[in-house]
């Protein structure tokens, strides 16, 4: 198996390149990085970025996750090829647009792109946010997927992710200790669902949450605390219909843990997504 050791940024591509760098700079709070060719950087953390918008598609989507070194590059590769998954190397120019030694690419049988990397880039500058959102690291994703019990085996059986716990068929995966840096829900197009950035408390939650309403952002979630992963969160919607989410006091499961920890089985609920009586206005967390 593949042995994933960080998720590392998100690329989107969208018709309206202005306004995605407003929204991601006042509203998210990220720090705006370079923009070349079409292309603009954010920053969430000390990394050298964590998203990327680019002129483009709208659903052309990728996620991008770290491997160790170069052993495990190979080892991917490796991996990769005796599953039959089609794949390919990145060429020099695209691997300085994605500020990374090398990365290799490939799709999920739903149908989403990812990338697997070695040596991104890290920032020698400070992280300086453009708004005080509280934000700490970029953290995990939603992706879409047409089969979750079926795209389920790829990630645990191929790229060596372990289940949390599932909610309906939708499992939440985790590659560390994290609860879930990924999670698969039903849809009928592949795709990014939600992109998530952890904030340092609850304050900083419902700060946004009044933030946001009045700038008149649509809130499509919360305030509410998840039964899963026992964080407080936060979505609301983004360009080109992109939903964000800000989380805090994600639950870790530490290596202690592992020895015992069973995956627990959610119905698929408004309860399953929040314990405090929030209802999602999210299609892919409704039945």
Not at 159 to 176: E, M, N, Q
Not at 184 to 206: A, R, W, Y
Not at 248 to 273: A, H
Request: charged share 25%; with cysteine.
């Amino acid at each position: 198996m593949i042995d994933l050791w960080d998720i590392r940024y998100v690329r989107l591509g969208t018709h309206d390149l202005d306004a995605a760098i407003k929204y991601s700079t006042q509203i998210v709070g990220l720090e705006l990085g370079q923009k070349e060719n079409g292309v603009q950087y954010f920053r969430s953390d000390n990394r050298d970025h964590t998203l990327v918008y680019f002129e483009g598609d709208p659903h052309d989507h990728t996620v991008g996750f770290e491997l160790r070194d170069e052993d495990a590059f190979e080892h991917a590769a490796n991996t990769l090829d005796q599953a039959k998954v089609n794949f390919r190397v990145g060429t020099p120019d695209e691997c300085e647009q994605r500020r990374v030694k090398s990365f290799l690419c490939f799709q999920d049988p739903t149908g989403n792109t990812i990338d697997l990397v070695i040596q991104p880039h890290h920032s020698g500058k400070r992280h300086f946010p453009s708004l005080d959102a509280g934000i700490t690291e970029f953290s995990h994703i939603g992706l879409r997927s047409n089969a979750p019990a079926r795209d389920e085996k790829f990630w645990t059986q191929i790229l060596g992710a372990k289940v949390s716990d599932r909610i309906g068929d939708s499992p939440l995966l985790r590659i560390d200790e994290v609860h879930h840096k990924v999670a698969l829900f039903p849809s009928k197009t592949p795709g990014v669902q939600h992109i998530n950035h952890q904030v340092e408390s609850i304050d900083d939650i419902m700060r946004a949450y009044y933030r946001l309403k009045e700038a008149g952002v649509r809130i499509v979630f919360g305030p509410g605390r998840h039964p899963t992963s026992g964080a407080c969160f936060l979505y609301f919607e983004g360009p080109d219909g992109m939903v964000y989410e800000y989380s805090t006091g994600v639950r870790l499961i530490t290596e202690e843990d592992e020895k015992t920890y069973q995956p627990r089985q959610f119905p698929m609920t408004p309860t399953s997504f929040c314990m405090w009586g929030s209802r999602p206005d999210i299609p892919e967390f409704k039945t």
